[in-house]
């Protein structure tokens, strides 16, 4: 329940005076939110000094400046177009030419009437002795002066909007806005004056992150964060969960360990993945793995995070800890983001297990449910699973639909978790109340963007990648020349390589998107023919798993593709990648597609290629691809050039999106609101703060308060 104090910031924009339901919307969706506290969220980005009011032949050159002025002439155009309009004014130091183009005279003769005083404000000119405005920004009378002559904050726009509009409605909003409840113990400025303030800026300064007024709205908005998380981490693990004994019994899973001596079965439980896969297991793996027994067998519930980079092997970490689970009598489940990928991964669990003479009998008891399994098929799984006879589900979120039950859900992993929102996190870990949870994600976040976006969770790192693993060799390049593009292909092609060509990312258009990879693909199926598939977004999985398929197998050997291949996607024999507009993409994204090459034994080269001309920032970004292969240090780039937003994708991606805090620069702010958070819920949460989760949208964390 929203406390009544909020009532005006959180009514729509459409009711403020003046703004109409067409205005509201543009101004929604230009502050992301069509609340009025959306509108007061928004920033202004630069400044502009109307104070400044020279003489008029002493102004300098295009620099704002305000002027009181007499209109004295007009000089009307002859009916020739293009002709501007010339009012000339005068005051004590000198002309003013104010010029209009294609503006009605009527309207500028009721503006500007002659022999009239005006305050006038907008750009100077110099053109030899004449001093001009080109259609001022601000046109007032004597009485506006101090409306007008003031300094003025600068606004993102967007079509339809004005400047002037949006400074006067925010205006008129702040001065609406409810005296809160203070819920800082010590705070240098009252919420209500730190949004005021960084509506009022003086200077270029005054919009920097280091504003008191900005330090206090970034804090408070960490700090709900922080709250927030903590909330539902205390609620999802304070639930006892299923104990999954760590006992080196349960995972000496085949007659050559349980000979073993206690000791060697202990290393076998450490280096589990000897026994069961194909490879040893890495250091980061085994460790992983390691604090995710210790988990499962306090008694209490698991919430951890794996982080890993692409290629650190984090399915092998989820598939030993499942086994466990299955061992110890339990479910698991193995959510992915794409039916693709469940498949792939569906068939890799059945193979290591098939492979393995010990477990073998459990590769009958994997599992595929998407939303492609209906009717009869679907029923048939869902009877198995309620059985107990499934024991490892992999799937996605068709899953966590109601209708999906299970005998004895002991774990639930769900690879590349930034995919599923915040809220479906949250069902989830409510749908099964015992259930260790594992998250999973290839998305190396920086340090603070992971605590403010998971808070207290448990956190897993695995910096390093198998060790037969090559650097991959990055190129960037010009795409000028298809030429000798097309050359250098048909070369590869000759030596039996696998090529992704992975399409431009045209802005978030999904059409266009495809536009741009259907004729890529024509353009190269012309010249090399059946050689070259095509993979995106809206083709039916049926069809996408079949070209894969064919990629897989070698018929196809050059790979046209939408960004859909950033997930996961696991052909081990692809060494080359094109990226088309790579300058469009952020670091991160790059470093993820990068990532399905490179994976098995072959060198492999990741070519990036860029349209026109580089500006310096792009530059720098894909110089840094080039520098490293370390998803962490990419991210951390990613974060200092591009900022949070970019880093975590677009919104969708379900983390939230700052609208006061910025990282790295508020990093302090952060742990001192992780901290604040962990003290207050120690006591009863009072009004004032109840007040602050509101104010921020949390308001369904305070449900998990009073539930359990
Ligand atoms: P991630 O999910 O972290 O991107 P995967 O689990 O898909 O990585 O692993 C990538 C590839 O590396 C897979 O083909 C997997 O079989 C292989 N792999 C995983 N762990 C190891 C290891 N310790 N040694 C060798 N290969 C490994
Ligand atoms: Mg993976």
């Known amino acids: 329940m929203r406390p009544p104090i909020l009532y005006f910031l959180f009514s729509d924009i459409k009711y403020l005076k003046g703004i109409g339901p067409i205005l509201s919307k543009k101004i929604s969706g230009l502050c992301g939110g069509e609340k009025v506290f959306n509108l007061l969220c928004h920033k202004p980005v630069a400044v502009i000094d109307r104070t400044y009011m020279p003489a008029i032949p ?65 750009k100077v000119e110099h053109y030899g002795q004449i001093v001009q405005i080109m259609h001022p920004d601000r046109v007032g009378k004597v009485e506006m002066a101090e409306k007008i002559i003031r300094i003025e904050p600068q606004y993102p726009l967007t079509a339809g909007v004005t400047q002037k509009k949006l400074q006067d409605t925010i205006a008129m909003a702040l001065e609406k806005f409810p ?25 270029e300064t005054d919009l920097l992150p280091t504003t008191r007024a900005r330090k206090r709205l970034a804090y408070d908005e960490l700090l709900a964060g922080q709250i927030a998380q903590a909330l539902v981490y205390k609620q999802v693990t304070k639930k006892p969960g299923v104990i999954i004994s760590a006992h080196p019994s349960h995972l000496a899973l085949d007659a050559r360990s349980s000979q073993q001596t206690p000791d060697q079965v202990q290393g076998v439980a450490r280096h589990g993945g000897e026994d069961i896969l194909p490879f040893k297991l890495t250091n980061g793996q085994a460790k992983a793995l390691d604090e995710i027994h210790a988990d499962m067998a306090s008694g209490n519930r698991m919430f951890r995070l794996l982080q890993g980079d692409v290629g650190s092997g984090k399915t092998a970490v989820g598939l030993l800890a499942m086994l466990a689970v299955v061992k110890a ?16 991964q569906k068939e890799w669990f059945e193979k290591v297990l098939n492979q393995n003479i010990g477990i073998s009998g459990y590769s009958d008891h994997v599992e595929l449910l998407t939303g492609n399994e209906k009717g009869a098929k679907r029923e048939e799984i869902l009877a198995r699973l309620k059985s107990g006879e499934i024991n490892i589900l992999v799937g996605t979120h068709a899953l966590f639909q109601d209708w999906v039950e299970f005998k004895n859900l002991g774990m639930i992993i769900i690879d590349e978790q930034h995919r599923f929102g915040v809220l479906q996190r949250l069902k989830l870990s409510q749908k099964n109340e015992q259930a260790h949870i594992l998250l999973m994600t290839a998305t190396p976040i920086p340090r603070s963007l992971t605590i403010a976006n998971y808070g207290e969770m448990q956190i897993s790192r695995i910096t390093e ?22 050359a250098s292909i048909t070369r590869a092609l000759a030596k039996g390589e696998k090529i992704y060509w992975i399409c431009p990312l045209v802005e978030e258009s999904e059409k266009s998107d495809l536009a741009a990879a259907k004729d890529r693909y024509e353009f190269f ?57 790579s300058e469009r993409f952020g670091l991160s994204q790059l470093h993820q597609l990068r990532g399905r090459i490179g994976r098995g034994d072959r060198d492999s080269t990741c070519i990036l290629l860029y349209t026109g001309r580089l500006g310096d920032e792009s530059r720098e970004r894909l110089k840094v691809m080039k520098k490293t292969g370390d998803g962490f240090i990419i991210a951390e780039e990613d974060l200092r050039l591009r900022g949070a937003g970019d880093v975590l994708g677009t919104r969708q991606s379900g983390f939230a999106a700052f609208r006061f805090a910025q990282m790295p620069e508020h990093e302090d702010l952060l742990y001192a609101a992780r901290d604040e958070a962990a003290g207050i819920l120690r006591n009863p949460i009072s009004e004032a703060v109840k007040v602050l989760l509101a104010l921020f949208e949390y308001d369904e964390s305070l449900n998990y308060l009073n539930a359990g």
């Open 58 to 122: 002493q102004a300098e050159d295009k620099r704002v400046a305000s002027f009181q002025v007499r209109v004295e002439t007009y000089e009307e155009p002859p009916r020739e177009r293009n002709l501007p309009f010339k009012v000339m004014c005068r005051n004590m130091s000198g002309f003013l030419q104010i010029i209009y183009f294609k503006m009605k005279a009527d309207v500028i003769k009721a503006m500007l009437p002659l022999d009239e005083e005006r305050i006038i404000s907008g």
């Open 525 to 581: 199926s012309s010249r090399l023919g059946g050689k070259v598939g095509l993979i995106h977004g809206r083709m039916k999985e049926a069809e996408k798993s079949a070209v894969l398929e064919k990629f897989l197998s070698g018929e196809h050997q050059l790979l046209v593709a939408t960004t859909v291949v950033e997930v996961g996607i696991d052909v081990r024999d692809a060494t080359v990648m094109f990226i088309e507009h």
């Open 179 to 203: 005296d809160l409840p203070e819920w800082q113990a010590a705070a240098e400025i009252g919420f209500k004056n730190a949004i005021t303030e960084i509506h009022n800026p003086k200077s």
């Open 329 to 344: 009598g339990h479910q698991a489940v193995f959510m992915v983001p794409t039916t693709l990928l469940a498949r792939q």
């Open 465 to 486: 990648k198998p060790a037969e693993r090559k650097p991959i060799k990055t190129l960037v390049s010009s795409i000028d020349d298809m030429g000798e593009i097309l």
